[in-house]
């Protein structure tokens, strides 16, 4: 008996401890052979440094930015990292297989006409709905949710992953019921031909999901299943997308004429990778996934050829392109999946126009 209470023990002291940079990775990897040298563990962020410059470093493709941030959940804001910030990045070697045996093929030339072809790199819809796990668009009558949290079981301030809380809800729920933690962002606005400015939406920060575990005497309790920033009392609560949520891709082809309204932190200009308001939304048939382009109007020029000063306007250049994220009846929020041009206050918001 003393020899079996020996050997437990032994267990114990050399089992693996879990590393506590793990309560920041988002599960999954990357293979190794996408680096083209190895990420450090961790990486150090520096003074100047974006994901963008980064994957670009690392992956020597600057679009897997999106293979880091994915993994470092604290990073709530892909536009905002700061020196000393620390970066993780889980990948696995690559499994070598055996080669099959192949026959012996005679080969005979043969050409084969046909025109060429422009092959558009595929949009990785994950993007997406990585983005929309950190923020979401609502309408103005919504932004108290449907519930909030009252407090945790040992009452501290602030509360992370795999916490147990007490929570106050308005509508029905049961055991394995999801909700999004949030707290409400920069407001959301529509403009008129005028200028003027008429409240649509506001833009909410997610923090974090929470599972409801039971139920009792009308409070919930519930366990945090993500932690994107600190969680505390009073954060609200909404319905949390399903867990097999997939955005479709789509071109509307009807006119539409729209403008850039808002612009996430509220930067002067945008590009490849942030987040941005237009004035366009369900009633004008957008839903998210549907896929518009930026364009920056044509400036009046005096032509010079003739003696009398004569003004001609240059044609509308597309700058940008964006993919909505989530529509409310009269705007949207939408990623900015890719841009020429640093994007603007004003910038026209229109279909793709094919070429």
């Known amino acids: 008996m003393k020899l079996q209470w020996k050997v437990l023990l032994l267990l114990l002291l050399t089992a693996p401890m879990p590393l506590l940079a793990d309560a920041f990775l988002m599960p999954g990897s990357v293979a190794k052979d996408e680096l083209v040298k190895p990420f450090p563990q961790p990486y150090i962020v520096k003074k100047g440094d974006t994901l963008w410059d980064i994957a670009q470093e690392y992956f020597a493709d600057p679009e897997k930015w999106i293979k880091i941030w994915e993994q470092n959940l604290y990073v709530s804001n892909p536009d905002l990292i700061y020196p000393g910030n620390e970066l993780w990045l889980k990948y696995k070697a690559p499994v070598k297989k055996a080669e099959p045996k192949r026959p012996t093929v005679k080969l005979e030339p043969r050409i084969i006409y046909k025109p060429a072809e422009r092959i ?9 709905v990585t983005a929309l796990a950190r923020q979401d668009f609502i309408d103005p009558k919504a932004i108290e949710g449907v519930g909030h949290i009252i407090d945790s079981e040992d009452e501290r301030l602030n509360y992370g992953a795999y916490d147990k809380v007490y929570l106050s809800l308005d509508v029905r729920a049961h055991p394995g019921d999801t909700f999004n933690i949030f707290r409400t962002g920069d ?36 366990r945090i299943t993500q932690a994107f920033e600190e ?14 949520y997939k955005i479709k891709l789509e071109y ?20 490849q990778g942030q987040i941005i308001g237009v004035d366009l939304g369900s009633e004008d048939g957008l839903r998210a996934g549907s896929v518009l382009g930026v364009y920056r109007s044509g400036k009046l020029v005096v032509d010079k050829v003739y003696k009398e000063k004569t003004y001609q306007a240059l044609p509308e250049e597309r ?10 009846e009269q705007a949207s929020i939408a990623l900015i999946s890719k841009s020429s041009s640093a994007i603007n206050i004003k910038d026209l918001i229109q279909p793709l126009r094919r070429k």
């Open 120 to 128: 558009e790199k595929e949009i990785d819809t994950d993007v997406l």
């Open 252 to 271: 509307p082809d009807k006119p539409l004429f729209g403008h850039v309204t808002y612009i996430r932190g509220n930067t002067v200009e945008a590009g």
């Open 187 to 222: 407001p959301i606005y529509k403009l008129d031909d005028e200028g003027n400015k008429t409240l649509v939406g506001y833009l909410v920060n997610h923090l974090g999901t929470v599972e409801i575990t039971s139920e009792e005497g009308g409070v919930f309790r519930g």
């Open 319 to 328: 700058i940008g392109e964006i993919i909505v994220l989530a529509a409310q």
């Open 231 to 244: 969680i505390g009392r009073t954060d609200r609560l909404k319905r949390a997308l399903p867990a097999d």
